[in-house]
């Protein structure tokens, strides 16, 4: 039976980001399981973690030997803060779709939409 | 029967001609919250039409006994078992073609705020800053909702302007407008690619919403801070559409100053 969940999802890769990006050089994962304070993690679920990452960009696997795998951060933590939003909205298709954003993407047709509107307007004005 | 395909009749009219008969035109850029609620009610009816006609073929099909002859019972019958294949056919059909969208729209807090960032849980929502060059702020519906506001847009803007700016996708959460935005983009999805209605109504719903959006960030923090901070955010984005939404706001009156009131889960 799966032991009681200890953290939220996503919540582990903020806290191993978090481990690569203190530490000096790259570390292994069971490195990376000893450094995570609370409840740790098991083993097979911080390399599942750094599997997740990898895909993602954040983490570049570092093999020296086949027993020897390390990980560092792909990116430094500043560069990485930069680079978060801009990937978010920018990268994946999903991303646009989830968030709504302040510019709203208006197409072209939009635009004629707005300025005619704005020119009827205007054009009421002017008779006023 | 005859009932049944009334039924139908209504809600082919509701779903595909109403889109496209009630194109985004400028009353709709003038009264965009209004046009919404017209839309999504008679998009809304449509869908019941659709219910109330597979229903009405199958309560025929339960009283086929009672029918005067042999052709009718077994018409009615037929047509009975025709509208639970329809039921069984359309789930089938929207189930698979909601499956990607609803997976493109979920994204949880931490896609897309880095570990770093200033966070402010406030009531109701978090307000998160971010180190970014970007001058877009966001809203991320869902569970946990969240504003995010990148440093460059911040240093950008005057703190009313960045007020205005929170305000406006205060307004996306409140008003739950990701969830009308999925049906429009399901419902583009569902009909063919070649009906433009589809598109033309899931284009129209994401303009309408920006300005519904504006109007309702317009009346809680300034109309004049809104317009200010799309035509900094215009120049800076080199973003045509912005402008033209400062510009609307300065075609409409207000309600006075005194009757502002920017909500407490969003002051800055």
């Given amino acids: 039976m799966a032991g009681p969940k200890t953290r939220e999802?996503?919540?582990?890769?903020?806290?191993?980001?978090?481990?690569?990006?203190?530490?000096d050089a790259p570390l292994s994962a069971h490195?990376?399981?000893?450094?995570?304070?609370?409840?740790?993690?098991?083993?097979?679920?911080?390399?599942?973690?750094?599997?997740?990452?990898?895909?993602?960009?954040?983490?570049?696997?570092?093999?020296?030997?086949?027993?020897r795998v390390r990980?560092?951060?792909?990116?430094?933590?500043?560069?990485?803060?930069?680079?978060?939003?801009?990937?978010?909205?920018?990268?994946?298709?999903?991303?646009?779709?989830?968030?709504?954003?302040?510019?709203?993407?208006?197409?072209?047709?939009?635009?004629?939409?707005?300025?005619?509107?704005?020119?009827?307007?205007?054009?009421?004005?002017?008779?006023s | 029967m005859l009932s049944s395909a009334v039924f139908i009749a209504i809600a082919l009219i509701l779903l595909?001609?109403?889109?496209?008969?009630?194109?985004?035109?400028?009353?709709?850029?003038?009264?965009?919250?209004?046009?919404?609620?017209?839309?999504?009610?008679?998009?809304?009816?449509?869908?019941?039409?659709?219910?109330?006609?597979?229903?009405?073929?199958?309560?025929?099909g339960l009283m086929a006994a009672d029918a005067p002859d042999g052709a009718t019972a077994i018409a009615l019958t037929a047509t009975s078992w025709l509208g639970l294949g329809a039921i069984g056919a359309a789930v089938g059909f929207?189930?698979?073609?909601?499956?990607?969208?609803?997976?493109?729209?979920?994204?949880s807090f931490q896609d897309v705020v880095p570990a770093h960032a200033s966070i402010e849980e406030r009531r109701a929502l978090t307000l998160a800053r971010i180190t970014s060059d970007d001058v877009i702020a966001c809203s991320l519906p869902g569970r946990d909702p969240a504003i995010i506001i990148p440093s460059r847009l911040e240093e950008s803007l005057t703190r009313p302007q960045l007020q205005a700016v929170v305000a406006h996708e205060y307004?996306?959460?409140?008003?739950?407008?990701h969830l009308l935005q999925r049906v429009a983009v399901l419902n583009a999805a569902?009909?063919?690619?070649?009906?433009?209605?589809?598109?033309?109504?899931?284009?129209?719903?994401?303009?309408?919403?920006?300005?519904?959006?504006?109007?309702?960030?317009?009346?809680?923090?300034g109309p004049v801070h809104l317009a200010n901070a799309l035509a900094v955010i215009g120049d800076l984005t080199g973003d045509p559409?912005?402008?033209?939404?400062?510009?609307?706001?300065?075609?409409?009156?207000w309600p006075p100053a005194r009757t502002r009131r920017v909500p407490v889960a969003i002051r800055i």
């Avoid at chain 1, 709504?100 to 005619?116: A, E, I």
């Fill in chain 1, 71 to 127: 990980f560092a951060p792909a990116h430094s933590e500043t560069e990485q803060a930069s680079l978060s939003m801009h990937t978010a909205l920018a990268d994946a298709r999903d991303r646009r779709a989830a968030l709504l954003k302040f510019t709203g993407d208006l197409s072209t047709d939009d635009l004629d939409v707005l300025r005619s509107a704005l020119d009827s307007t205007r054009g009421k004005r002017r008779k």
């Fill in chain 2, 190 to 221: 569902c009909l063919p690619q070649r009906l433009r209605a589809g598109r033309e109504f899931q284009r129209a719903t994401t303009l309408l919403l920006e300005l519904a959006a504006d109007d309702a960030a317009a009346k809680q923090a």
């Fill in chain 2, 94 to 107: 929207i189930v698979t073609t909601s499956e990607p969208i609803v997976h493109d729209f979920r994204v």
């Fill in chain 2, 171 to 177: 307004a996306h959460l409140r008003s739950r407008h």
């Fill in chain 2, 241 to 253: 559409g912005l402008h033209l939404r400062a510009e609307r706001l300065t075609t409409r009156r």
């Fill in chain 1, 9 to 23: 999802r996503g919540e582990l890769e903020r806290a191993i980001m978090t481990a690569l990006w203190s530490a």
């Fill in chain 1, 31 to 67: 490195d990376i399981q000893q450094s995570l304070t609370g409840a740790a993690p098991a083993y097979t679920t911080v390399l599942t973690t750094l599997d997740r990452l990898e895909k993602k960009h954040l983490v570049t696997r570092i093999v020296e030997s086949p027993r």
């Fill in chain 2, 16 to 60: 595909v001609v109403t889109p496209a008969a009630l194109r985004a035109g400028p009353w709709a850029v003038h009264h965009p919250r209004t046009t919404l609620v017209l839309w999504f009610s008679l998009f809304s009816l449509g869908c019941v039409s659709v219910i109330g006609s597979i229903v009405t073929a199958v309560i025929g």
